[in-house]
């Protein structure tokens, strides 16, 4: 018998309900995902016959939708896996997480290579992003708040007027990346901050693109 999972909002938490009870839950201000708290709560010893349905009515943050398609993407190829009557009795491979990090980690070179740097996992809403960092500033607002989540992609290089995620004399920064002649400029979204003129610039790295 397929057993029906509601997926719905509430005090910055986005969670997963059956029966009326709360079997997983997602907090809306960091989105980390732990893989063993849904594993427990939906499938251990318990029919892998699942169907979700979205009952969000007011979403502020604007991410549900994106977390109730990943994680019916999940519990839609589990259930190919298995029979109908089938019970979870040991722990399934998830669908893919990414590392989250907290934005002071991001300082330095490379960071993102090093699996010493403490972080914590997060689903891929995007489908395309390699990492996630928890933004600490205003200075992309409107359009990234501040203790928001951003999804990044790693990249060669950047292109012209893509928000990029930057290290530039060993502060990490959040900027939108504009040519300006043989040069470039790292431009905020919020005018009570200052552009960065590239000739100022003693060292950069460029980490990745934002995926908006």
């Not at 009326?20 to 732990?34: E, P, Q, T, Y």
């Amino acid at each position: 018998m397929k057993r029906i999972i509601e997926f719905n909002y509430q005090d910055d938490e986005f969670f997963l309900q059956e029966n009326g009870n709360r079997i997983f839950s997602i907090k809306a201000s960091d989105l980390k995902f732990n893989s063993v708290d849904f594993y427990t709560g939906v499938y251990k010893n318990k029919s892998a016959y699942v169907e979700l349905n979205n009952k969000i009515s007011s979403d502020p943050h604007k991410k549900g939708e994106y977390i109730f398609a990943w994680l019916s993407e999940i519990v839609a190829s589990i259930a190919n896996e298995f029979h109908e009557d089938a019970v979870v009795e040991e722990e399934l491979p998830l669908a893919r997480v990414i590392p989250l990090y907290e934005f002071a980690a991001c300082a330095g070179d490379g960071f993102f290579v090093d699996n010493n740097i403490p972080h914590s996992e997060i689903p891929d809403t995007t489908g395309t992003a390699d990492f996630a960092v928890t933004v600490s500033g205003k200075s992309m607002e409107p359009t990234i708040k501040d203790k928001s989540v951003i999804f990044v992609k790693k990249a060669e290089e950047a292109d012209h007027n893509e928000i990029g995620l930057f290290v530039v004399d060993g502060e990490v920064m959040c900027k939108r990346y504009v040519k300006q002649g043989r040069g470039f400029k790292l431009v905020p979204e919020n005018k009570d901050f200052d552009t960065i003129l590239g000739k100022t610039i003693t060292t950069i790295t460029y980490l990745g693109k934002v995926i908006i």
